[in-house]
């Protein structure tokens, strides 16, 4: 088989032909012998009656009564969890779901105004997912980074966190401050206190309490941990790489901006305000509370043991 690569003519546009240079390479990409190209996969394979992951059957890991939050620890980890450690994933997965509005829903509901396939409204939400909203592993590399350093030069977590402070003076520090909680991120608050009741809080979680003293020490103000500082500490300590604590995050979320972006194609006719608002309202991020819900009202969480059959 021959692969033409360019013609004389684009040859002679480099300047001058480099030696050994042809348009014919199927002599010099000789495939006799060679394997046939083929995906390798190290966590998951699949036959005509089972799929397997990580050496379980999928179906028997659903039979067995694993819940979702374990079969995704074992995706990313390798091995189930212990009973604490699917708790806490499990806590994180329910607390970080739903945001209301916010950078990433709007986006999927501006995007289904449009009426384009649902998926596709979907990923135009968690596309917006960066250095300034929803999850991300950019905190992750860095408290790895300044542990590292830690390890390396015999600090102590204190000591670490005022390097890590001062090296960030001026710019942003991920993991810190969220614009809507300004007192104080209750999703992060809940999720590092829920860590240390079940016994899975270590060294992350730790460097993060100190990296928020050092700040308020060193800038003399007080800027609170948010939901991605609190949560990826506590995913750190939990052995989750911070790929994917952003992969699992990004994973919760996406079902907000399913149900958004549902609610837009169903409940609200296209080009919604397009006429009579103005567009910049529509990327207005201030809180909303109830003013403009018409869900169902506050009311007590039933404990799940309670549930009947």
Same mark, same amino acid.
């Given at each position: 088989? @021959?692969?033409?690569?360019?013609?004389?003519?684009?040859?002679?546009?480099?300047?001058?032909? /480099?030696?050994?240079?042809?348009?014919?390479?199927?002599?010099?990409?000789? #495939?006799?012998?060679?394997?046939?190209?083929?995906?390798?996969?190290?966590?998951?394979?699949?036959?005509?009656?089972?799929?397997?992951?990580?050496?379980?059957?999928?179906?028997?890991?659903?039979?067995?009564?694993? @819940?979702?939050?374990?079969?995704?620890?074992?995706?990313?980890?390798?091995?189930?969890?212990?009973?604490? &450690? &699917?708790? +806490?994933?499990?806590?994180?997965?329910?607390?970080?779901? &739903?945001?209301?509005?916010?950078?990433?829903?709007?986006?999927?509901?501006?995007?289904?105004?449009? /009426?384009?396939?649902?998926?596709?409204?979907?990923?135009?939400?968690? +596309?917006?997912?960066?250095?300034?909203?929803?999850?991300?592993?950019?905190?992750?590399?860095?408290?790895?980074?300044?542990?590292?350093?830690?390890?390396?030069?015999?600090?102590?977590?204190?000591?670490?966190?005022?390097?890590?402070?001062?090296?960030?003076?001026?710019? +942003?520090?991920?993991?810190?401050? #969220?614009?809507?909680?300004?007192?104080?991120?209750?999703?992060?608050?809940?999720?590092?206190?829920?860590?240390?009741?079940?016994?899975?809080?270590?060294?992350?979680?730790?460097?993060?309490?100190?990296?928020?003293?050092?700040?308020?020490?060193?800038?003399?103000?007080?800027?609170?941990?948010?939901?991605?500082?609190?949560?990826? @500490?506590?995913?750190?300590?939990?052995?989750?790489?911070?790929?994917?604590?952003?992969?699992?995050?990004?994973?919760?979320?996406?079902?907000?901006?399913?149900?958004?972006?549902?609610?837009? +194609?169903?409940?609200?006719?296209?080009? /919604?305000?397009? /006429?009579?608002?103005?567009?910049?309202?529509?990327?207005?991020?201030?809180?909303?509370?109830?003013?403009?819900?018409?869900?169902?009202?506050?009311?007590?969480?039933?404990?799940?043991?309670?549930?009947?059959?």
């Amino acid at each position: 088989m @021959s692969f033409y690569i360019c013609s004389s003519k684009s040859k002679s546009h480099f300047g001058k032909e /480099r030696e050994g240079m042809t348009e014919d390479w199927g002599d010099q990409y000789d #495939q006799t012998g060679r394997e046939p190209f083929h995906w390798q996969c190290s966590f998951a394979y699949k036959t005509a009656d089972k799929i397997v992951l990580q050496g379980y059957d999928t179906t028997e890991l659903a039979e067995a009564g694993w @819940s979702f939050a374990a079969v995704v620890f074992l995706l990313f980890q390798g091995r189930l969890p212990k009973i604490n &450690e &699917e708790k +806490m994933l499990n806590f994180f997965m329910v607390e970080f779901m &739903e945001h209301a509005l916010s950078p990433s829903t709007l986006t999927a509901r501006c995007c289904a105004s449009g /009426r384009p396939p649902l998926n596709a409204a979907i990923a135009a939400g968690i +596309m917006t997912f960066g250095e300034a909203h929803g999850p991300g592993h950019l905190h992750g590399m860095m408290v790895h980074k300044y542990m590292k350093m830690a390890e390396e030069k015999g600090w102590t977590l204190a000591q670490t966190a005022e390097q890590l402070v001062r090296d960030h003076q001026g710019k +942003m520090i991920m993991g810190l401050g #969220q614009p809507q909680h300004i007192h104080g991120d209750p999703r992060a608050i809940r999720i590092m206190k829920k860590a240390r009741e079940l016994g899975v809080a270590g060294k992350f979680h730790d460097l993060q309490i100190e990296i928020e003293k050092a700040f308020e020490r060193i800038n003399g103000k007080k800027v609170w941990t948010n939901v991605i500082g609190g949560a990826n @500490s506590v995913f750190m300590d939990l052995g989750f790489s911070p790929l994917a604590a952003w992969a699992i995050g990004v994973l919760c979320r996406g079902f907000s901006c399913a149900a958004h972006a549902m609610e837009e +194609m169903t409940r609200e006719k296209a080009w /919604r305000a397009s /006429r009579t608002t103005k567009m910049i309202n529509l990327l207005d991020l201030s809180l909303q509370g109830p003013k403009y819900y018409d869900g169902p009202p506050l009311r007590p969480v039933p404990r799940p043991e309670d549930r009947k059959e």
